[in-house]
């Protein structure tokens, strides 16, 4: 995912930020859906979001019931825009590739979980989302 390092700086025409939000959402009724190649895909599908929007990931961990998102962002993008394209696109995309999720009304619940991150526990949170698969 690059070199990107998260307490850097992000200069974006007149504003110097420093946006870090962790997000963690799941599929609807948690059912364990995230798996393999669903998986795989989904976390392609962030990546291609992520670069359009020129969001920086900072760490992702997908688990079978739940995914973990790390990023920085711009200040003109909020945590609901986020997720909404996110979830979009991933939705749209996975229940056309994999007929199997289907079965749920809905991919995703249309709840989920953000908080701010700065310098002191950035480093906290990539530590806590790569240990998710411990």
Not at 64 to 83: A, C, E, G, R, Y
Not at 102 to 131: C, D, Q, R
């Amino acid at each position: 995912m690059g070199s990107f390092s998260p307490e850097e700086y992000r200069h974006e025409g007149n504003a110097i930020s420093l946006l870090n939000y962790h997000f963690v959402f799941i599929p609807k009724r948690r059912k364990k859906v995230l798996l393999g190649e669903i998986a795989e895909r989904l976390q392609q599908i962030i990546c291609e979001v992520c670069i359009e929007n020129r969001w920086k990931i900072v760490a992702m961990e997908i688990m079978p019931d739940h995914v973990h998102l790390f990023l920085n962002v711009k200040p003109t993008d909020n945590p609901s825009q986020i997720m909404n394209r996110i979830k979009g696109r991933a939705s749209h995309h996975l229940r056309r590739e994999f007929p199997e999720l289907l079965k749920l009304p809905t991919l995703w619940t249309p709840s989920y979980f953000v908080s701010t991150a700065g310098n002191i526990s950035t480093k906290n949170v990539i530590e806590y989302i790569a240990h998710q698969k411990d």
